[in-house]
């Protein structure tokens, strides 16, 4: 039997780091660099950081009470919101209670499976066109940027009406320099102060671009009485529900929320992905067969014809999801796998950790997409496997995500054969997501 890959992971540290190597240094930029090797086999750690008890916890039951059956009692922790507020506002993704509630009874219609379904052949023309843009040679291209190109392009087609601002040069860049000042932030947020420094700067600027630019967006909505869109729906909706000012405030908070994670993190899905087909030609060829044959039927039921690609997209997820944790603040006290956690506390989850515990996999850090096929798929704990979270709060858009990917790789391999360049391995950086170092250079070459 061939021995299964082993894609690259960071550093693992043979001890617990200090709490303040989080803060400084390597660790304080990329939030998976160092982890000690014990944390891949233990379901619990409880740590104090800077005045605050925080549970490391990776055991899926305990994961289970936190996110579905004891739900009410652990909300986005008050630090975060704080955080995530500059530039999010209080859109879905950082509300919580009612207005959470009204704004997701609001988006959902949007992603429902027959919706999603609509938003198939929008999705193929816009990768179609890059594809077409591509030499016809073989040369190298940086499929991170490619990545990013394509899922800007089809959040701006699918949910905001084909835009052109949002499909900017300027704005990949200004949305890197929101996500990276908020992974650096933590420390900042702990001791309640502003994060400060010139990635500070370039994110303020970011965030000011985008509200501004998708402010203009909402009250062009407004004006008009809304568009046949996601958006111009969202726009009519938010003012038939709040005065005014509130309204747009919602709105362009929500905009930016969809805009910047609907793409960010498809994006970063695609890429490792690809990388991953790139270091096995062999199974990049079987997927290629299987593409070219799904391609020739309907566009809106597709992925269904992709049952191996989706496994290995789903495998890829696992060993690179594209949020790397999950926090919740304790509002009571509660016990969790036999531990107490009090009033305050944060529970700390980290998907990055638990999708590679030697608990829950079988060889945790080898490519084996095999374990999404058949009944090794249905024999998974519900919660050991969290892409896109879970529970009430899982990912409005987890659906139109898969969907997206599967649609964008299948043209990719039809299109082109993709393999290495030699030199190092890609290095995953974790800050609000989890994205290679440097980009991902491969070599591109015709079918």
């Excluded at 090797?37 to 936190?66: K, N, Q, Y």
């Excluded at 067969?289 to 992925?303: I, N, Q, R, Y």
């Amino acid at each position: 039997m061939q021995p299964l890959l082993v894609p690259p992971f960071p550093y693992r540290s043979r001890d617990w780091p200090p709490v303040w190597t989080s803060f400084v240094g390597r660790r304080a930029s990329n939030s998976v660099y160092g982890w000690p090797d014990e944390a891949f086999d233990i379901a619990w750690r409880t740590r104090r950081v800077l005045g605050h008890t925080v549970h490391l916890v990776s055991e899926p039951d305990a994961i289970g009470r936190v996110l579905l059956d004891n739900k009410a009692n652990y909300e986005r922790p008050a630090l975060v919101r704080r955080l995530l507020r500059g530039g999010l506002g209080d859109g879905l993704f950082n509300a919580e209670g009612e207005s959470w509630r009204e704004q997701r009874r609001i988006v959902a219609p949007t992603f429902s499976p027959a919706a999603v379904a609509g938003f198939a052949k929008p999705i193929a023309h816009v990768v179609q066109e890059q594809v077409a843009r591509w030499p016809a040679g073989t040369r190298p291209m940086d499929m991170a940027a490619e990545a990013t190109s394509a899922t800007m392009g089809i959040i701006a087609a699918t949910l905001f009406g084909g835009d052109s601002r949002l499909t900017a040069p300027a704005a990949a860049g200004h949305i890197t320099a929101m996500l990276d000042a908020a992974g650096r932030a933590r420390l900042t947020a702990l001791l309640g102060m502003p994060a400060l420094g010139p990635g500070s700067s370039r994110a303020r600027a970011g965030g000011r671009f985008l509200r501004d630019t998708l402010g203009a967006l909402a009250d062009e909505r407004a004006r008009t009485g809304g568009r046949d869109d996601f958006f111009g729906g969202l726009v009519a909706a938010l003012h038939a529900r709040y005065p005014a000012p509130q309204a747009r405030e919602l709105a362009v908070d929500n905009a930016v929320t969809f805009y910047v994670a609907g793409h960010e993190t498809t994006a970063n899905a695609l890429t490792w992905t690809i990388y991953l087909l790139a270091a096995q030609p062999l199974l990049q060829e079987t997927l290629r067969v299987e593409a070219l044959a799904a391609l020739g039927g309907d566009v809106e039921t597709l992925d269904a014809r992709l049952p191996r690609l989706r496994a290995v997209l789903d495998e890829a997820l696992r060993l690179y999801p594209p949020a790397p944790r999950l926090d919740r603040e304790a509002m009571a006290d509660d016990e969790l796998a036999g531990h107490a956690v009090r009033r305050g506390d944060l529970v700390s989850i980290w998907p990055y950790v638990l999708h590679r515990h030697r608990a829950w996999w079988d060889q945790p850090d080898a490519f084996d997409p095999e374990r999404f096929l058949g009944d090794r798929r249905v024999g998974m704990h519900r919660y050991q496997y969290l892409p896109f979270g879970a529970g009430p709060r899982v990912c409005v858009g987890a659906r139109f995500a898969v969907v997206e990917a599967l649609i964008v790789l299948a043209h990719w391999l039809a299109a082109r054969r993709f393999s290495l360049r030699g030199g190092p391995p890609p290095v995953p950086v974790g800050r609000v997501t989890l994205r290679p170092a440097g980009g991902m250079p491969l070599e591109l070459a015709p079918v």
